[in-house]
C-alpha cells in the first residue's frame, strides 16, 4: 500500500513551466513502475508519461514529447514531472500513479491551467 500526495500545480502562461512533485508515504525503489497521468473536463483520463524503478526506460505521450521530463528520486521517495513549454491544451488535472503487484494506487490530482 502507498499513498500518494502530488504538488506544484498552478496557473502559467503559455510557453511557461512548472514542475510537479509526486510525494510516496514508503520507499519507491521497489515500485517498478510510476506515472503520471492528465485528465481534463469532458475527457478520458490519459497517460503522460511512465519511468521504471531504476529511472532507465521512460515513455511520453506523443503530445509532450520534448516538453516534458518525468524522473524519480528514491531515495525521497518522489516522482518529478518537469513540464516546459506549457500549451492550453496542458491544462488538466495531473495525478500520479504507482503500480504494484495487485493494483495501482493514485494520487489526489493536482490542477494544471495554461493561459494563452
Known amino acids: ?10 496557473l502559467v502562461q503559455a510557453g511557461g ?5 509526486c510525494a510516496a508515504s514508503r ?4 515500485i517498478n513502475v510510476m506515472g503520471w497521468y492528465r485528465q481534463a473536463p469532458g475527457k478520458q483520463r490519459e497517460l503522460v508519461a511512465a519511468i521504471t524503478s531504476g529511472g532507465g526506460i521512460t ?14 528520486d528514491n531515495a525521497k521517495n518522489t516522482l518529478y514531472l ?3 513549454s506549457l500549451k492550453p491544451e496542458d491544462t ?10 495487485t493494483r495501482a494506487y493514485w494520487g489526489q490530482g493536482t490542477q494544471v ?4
Request: proline share 2%.
Open 1 to 10: 500500500q502507498v499513498q500518494l500526495v502530488e504538488s506544484g500545480g498552478g
Open 17 to 21: 513551466s512548472l514542475r510537479l512533485s
Open 27 to 30: 520507499n519507491i525503489f521497489s
Open 59 to 72: 515513455n511520453y505521450a506523443d503530445a509532450v514529447k520534448g516538453r516534458f521530463t518525468i524522473s524519480r
Open 82 to 84: 518537469q513540464m516546459n
Open 92 to 101: 488538466a488535472v495531473y495525478l500520479c500513479k504507482a503500480q504494484l503487484p
Open 113 to 116: 491551467t495554461v493561459s494563452a
